[in-house]
């Protein structure tokens, strides 16, 4: 059965070595703040798969029980092998913990949305391909979440043929079997500002004491003609099948831009979002610069939101000219490199604890930090470093809480390897309310190496994510062992 699909696959491959670095520097010669992830998607459309795989199932031993905590699970390939999958987003169904899905870009699938499912706890998993509207083409900007009916919903950009001046929207299916089965892609948002866009987050309230329960947040990053952006949120009280959009903050004028922008729900239904700013240079981008991490909250389901307040300030990687990404370059690599700030909150109300996660350039390392707020995100205090390590770089954070009230950050980490260029998960945690981090540990043994990423080298994904759900937090990143970057799972259990 896999030979009967390499030559399409080593086709693709092939064919995106070729075009992928050519299309990413083609369009930041002027820094346009676009995503990696969608210039990779454009150059997908010049050479677009049209062949949908039949998946086979992995089985893996993944084991739940664990004791002495914290025990670290063993790792799985959830995805299918074969063409790379990049930037990978993980769900947990908050009803049942052994229904656990993985969104991301994946060029197995024709729509390159690909969804892989695990109804026994990550022991085995499928993978399926999302459908797409009639004449459009899917781009390269995963979402995934779980409703507290069972739902599944999972979703990304797509382009009618022909291009984005002729139409861009954020779409999203549902599954009712945990992605056996995927209805039709319902419109969430087109371009509001008329022309393009990018970055879509999804979030749902899946909180029993909130009047918003089981409303469905996407966050979206709006440009017009000239790529001016803002930060804009849709929500649906029905099930995602209708949709309302409000803007956040006002329009930022190239160079300068917004973007990648993440959602979190509290315990009482407020909605917490932040996301990157850049004051952007028109020569060097985000690049060697102090970009700031912005933050804003809704407490009426995402009708009005509160004016931006600063959590932080970063100093952002200096260089942009081995990737030619507006985000700056990961060093000693060709690789894109973005700074997605991710949130998690634990709490309600004007006591709710919120923290962001992102890195921050020291001049000489890209450090882990996390910035905490014990009031709601009315004040924040200054970041804390989540590792004490000086060896090797740290990038692709994310951030979230058990049901303990542990504090759990997940990156992706360098110290292993003497030329500082192959990566390891790792992970720490704060039992203080992100005031400070306990020793950091690696989530795998296995180092990665990017110039393995299916790609050469030039694009191993925009972000990898992690979900908490009682005591255990899973995790997944682009993982290159198989030759090219997968979906690895593996997590930790108190």
Sequence with gaps: ????????????????????????????????????????????RQSPLSTQFDFLSRTSPLNLTCS??????????????????????????????????????????????????????GQTWKTRCLPLTFNYIGELNPVAA????????????????????????????????????????????GPTLGYTLAGPWLAVDTNPGSSFQNQL????IQYDQNYNSQIWVSHSSDGGNTWSSTAVDTIQVLPAADGLAVLAIGGDGAIYLSWLRCPGSPTHGCTNTDARI???????????????????????????????SYFGCLPNTSEPLTNV???????????????????????AQLQIEVAASHDGGNTWGA?????????????????????????????????????????????????????????????????????????????????????SLGTATYVTWMDTRSGNCQSEVGGVQF
């Design 1 to 44: 059965m896999r030979s009967a699909r390499i030559t399409p696959i080593v086709y693709l491959i092939f064919t995106l070595a070729l075009i992928l670095p050519t299309a990413i520097h083609s369009q930041v010669q002027n820094r346009i703040p676009l995503s990696p992830g969608l210039l990779a998607g454009r150059a997908l």
């Design 68 to 121: 002495p905590a914290p025990c670290l699970f063993p790792n799985v390939q959830a995805s299918e092998g074969g063409a790379p999958v990049e930037t990978q987003v993980i769900a947990i169904n908050p009803n049942n913990p052994s229904q656990i899905m993985v969104r991301a870009d994946d060029y197995n699938c024709s729509s390159y949305k690909g969804v892989s499912s695990t109804s026994d706890g």
């Design 146 to 189: 779980y409703d507290s009916n069972n739902v599944a919903y999972g979703g990304g950009v797509e382009y009618l043929d022909g291009g984005e001046a002729a139409g861009a929207m954020i779409t999203l299916s549902k599954s009712l079997d945990n992605g056996v089965t995927w209805g039709s892609p319902v419109t969430v948002t």
């Design 217 to 220: 947040y996407i966050s979206s």
């Design 294 to 324: 912005l933050f804003s909250k809704s407490s009426d389901g995402g009708s009005t939101w509160s004016k931006p307040a600063i959590v932080a300030q970063v100093t952002s990687v200096p260089d942009f000219r081995t990737c030619g």
């Design 341 to 363: 700030p991710a949130i998690a909150v634990s709490g309600v109300g004007s006591t709710a604890s919120v923290y962001t996660t992102f890195y921050n350039w020291s001049g």
């Design 383 to 467: 970041p804390v470093r989540v590792s004490g390590s000086n060896a090797g770089d740290e990038f692709f954070s994310w951030i979230s809480v058990d049901a303990a009230g542990r504090v759990l950050a997940t990156w992706l980490d360098r110290r292993n390897d003497p030329n500082n260029v192959k990566y390891q998960p790792f992970f720490a945690v704060s039992t203080s309310g992100g005031r400070s981090f306990g020793r950091d540990r690696a989530l795998s043994k296995i180092l990665s190496d990017p110039s393995h990423d299916g790609f050469h080298g030039t694009y191993m994904g925009d972000f990898r994510t992690q979900v």
